[in-house]
Every structure is written in structure tokens, then in C-alpha cells.
């Protein structure tokens, strides 16, 4: 089965920074393209990024666009999400989620999650 | 592109069926999939393509609809079906990929 680690969740100050990383295995990862996907608390799930599987091409949601980056490791099946300039409305669970091909149409298998929590 | 679902929380007795509904704010044609989320644990793919179950995922679910109206059914509830549904549509992907608010599936 495919597998999805997330890490690097946190507590951060409003304005602050952080990496989160996404540790996959067992599938084939250069193949696929990978996504962050949040759920705020209280509310339902938010589509963050997504990057194609050779990296070369990169999308990112309304609310993160110049904040956020996301970028992948092949060599090590690795996925980040560098967030910058962070605000309190981005405190949320971090899902990293697998798209079913090279590109993504939808989520076909996701991480636990991580938790990032932006206040003073 | 605004995904609403409906109701917000259905409560139903194990054994019965279910019917959760997903309306979009323009035709996403059948570009459509549908998630089950238990707390704590990571969200399921169920349904893509409006229609089509994914791997592993038992007969009782299936889901219909296209356009902008479309139901996910669940026939005969095992207590390992009450969490939290959410319908995604990915008619602009790559750029764009937007989830509904969520349906509470709770034991009556």
C-alpha cells in the first residue's frame, strides 16, 4: 500500500515560517504528482498546491499564491511545502495527498497529517 | 467553482441506507469525486469520475449525477461508514480543485 508521512508541523508566530516534508514510499514517486491539501479547524478540507511529478510545473490555491512553495525531492521521495509570511487563518491540518497520475484530477491516497498552528 | 452539500449531518440507523447530495456552482460535467474522512485518520478516496468506485472500495457505495447535481449513496450502513463525506470537483485542474463543506454521517 501506498504510504505518506507528513512532518514539520508546529508552532509559529503570525509571520513566521515553516517546511513541512512528506516522507512517500511504496509506489513509484517520480510518476506521480503530489499536493497539499489543509483542513482548517472546524471547516472542511482546502486544496493548498500541487507540483507534477517531475517538478517542473507547480499550482497553488488563492489564498497561499507568494507565500507558499511547493517543490519535491525524487531522489529521496520527499515532498515539502515551504510557508512563509504565515497567518493565523493558516492554522490547519496538512494533509500531503497523492494525485492518481501525472497530473492531478483527484486524491487517491493521502497522509495523516500535520498539524501547523500560527499565533502569538 | 462553490461545492455545497447537503444536509450537513444525517443521522441513520445501521442496516439503512443513506443519501448525501453535492450541488455545484457550474457544470463540472463528471469531473466529480467523493472522500471519506474519519478524525484522525487520513481522508478516502471513494468515488471519481462521479461514478466510479476506487480500488477496493465495497459495492454498498455508489455515486451519480452530473452537471452540477450528484449523490453519493450508501446502502446498508456498517458502523465503519459513519464519518464525515466531502464531494471534490476537478473540472479545472490543474489549477483549480475545490471541496464541499462536508456531510456528518452520525448513528441515529
Known amino acids: 500500500d501506498v504510504h505518506l508521512l507528513e512532518s514539520g508541523g508546529g508552532f509559529v508566530q503570525p509571520g513566521g515560517s515553516l517546511r513541512l516534508s512528506c516522507s512517500a514510499s511504496k509506489f513509484t514517486f517520480n510518476s506521480y504528482a503530489m499536493n497539499w491539501v489543509r483542513q482548517t479547524p472546524g471547516k472542511g478540507l482546502e486544496w493548498v498546491s500541487a507540483?507534477?511529478?517531475?517538478?517542473?510545473?507547480?499550482y497553488y490555491g488563492d489564498s497561499v499564491k507568494g507565500r507558499f512553495t511547493i517543490s519535491r525531492d525524487n531522489s529521496k521521495n520527499t515532498l515539502f511545502l515551504h510557508m512563509n509570511n504565515l497567518r493565523a487563518e493558516d492554522t490547519a491540518v496538512y494533509f500531503c495527498?497523492?494525485?492518481?497520475?501525472?497530473?492531478?484530477?483527484?486524491?487517491?491516497?493521502w497522509g495523516q497529517g500535520t498539524l501547523v498552528t500560527v499565533s502569538s | 467553482i462553490v461545492m455545497t452539500q447537503s444536509p450537513a449531518t444525517l443521522s441513520v440507523f445501521p442496516g439503512e441506507g443513506a443519501t448525501l447530495s453535492c450541488r455545484a456552482s457550474?457544470?463540472?460535467?463528471?469531473?466529480l469525486a467523493w472522500y471519506q474522512h474519519q478524525p484522525g485518520q487520513a481522508p478516502r478516496l471513494l468515488i471519481y469520475?462521479?461514478?466510479t468506485r476506487a480500488t477496493g472500495i465495497p459495492a454498498r457505495f455508489s455515486g451519480s449525477g452530473s452537471g452540477t447535481e450528484f449523490t453519493l449513496t450508501i446502502s446498508s450502513l456498517q458502523s465503519e461508514d459513519f464519518a464525515v463525506y466531502y464531494c471534490q470537483q476537478y473540472d479545472n485542474w490543474p489549477h483549480e480543485y475545490t471541496f464541499g463543506q462536508g456531510t456528518k454521517l452520525e448513528i441515529k
Open positions: 507540483i507534477s511529478g517531475d517538478g517542473g510545473h507547480t
Open positions: 457550474q457544470s463540472v460535467g463528471t469531473n
Open positions: 469520475a462521479a461514478s
Open positions: 495527498a497523492k494525485g492518481q497520475g501525472a497530473a492531478t484530477r483527484y486524491f487517491d491516497d
